[in-house]
Nanobody
Framework: VQLQASGGGLVQAGGSLRLSCAAS????????MGWFRQAPGKEREFVAG????????SYADSVKGRFTIVSDNAKNTVYLQMNSLKPEDTAVYFC??????????????????????WGQGTQVTVSS
């Protein structure tokens, strides 16, 4: 499976961006997908996650209420809608898929090591 992350760019604080994570083939709805980010000089961190086909998502405290995961099964794509962006959201954003089978809809894979497929990353820069 190849993942293509796109949609990053330069935006002013308070603005919005929508990131896309497109899969090269159909992804099982039982798999989890995650969005992670890595700022310069910092470790990669969890941002948000959900079942690929949509379920009960989870968000990092720093983005709750501002970011939303949206799944489009027809396009085999998952989006990360980012609103009210802050300078501290500046980072390279990555999407990833954990190809283990999960029952239930509640997301429970917030750790980097749980993911076996990664996109190439897309740069998000928020100016103050």
């Amino acid at each position: 499976v190849q993942l293509q992350a796109s949609g990053g760019g330069l935006v002013q604080a308070g603005g919005s961006l929508r990131l896309s994570c497109a899969a090269s083939e159909r992804i099982s709805g039982s798999y989890f997908m995650g969005w992670f980010r890595q700022a310069p000089g910092k470790e990669r961190e969890f941002v948000a996650g959900d079942k690929w086909s949509g379920g009960t998502p989870s968000y990092a405290d720093s983005v709750k209420g501002r970011f939303t995961i949206v799944s489009d099964n027809a396009k085999n794509t998952v989006y990360l809608q980012m609103n009210s962006l802050k300078p501290e959201d500046t980072a390279v954003y990555f999407c990833a898929v954990d190809s283990r089978f999960y029952s239930g809809s509640i997301f429970r894979a917030p750790n980097i090591w749980e993911y076996d497929y990664w996109g190439q990353g897309t740069q998000v820069t928020v100016s103050s």
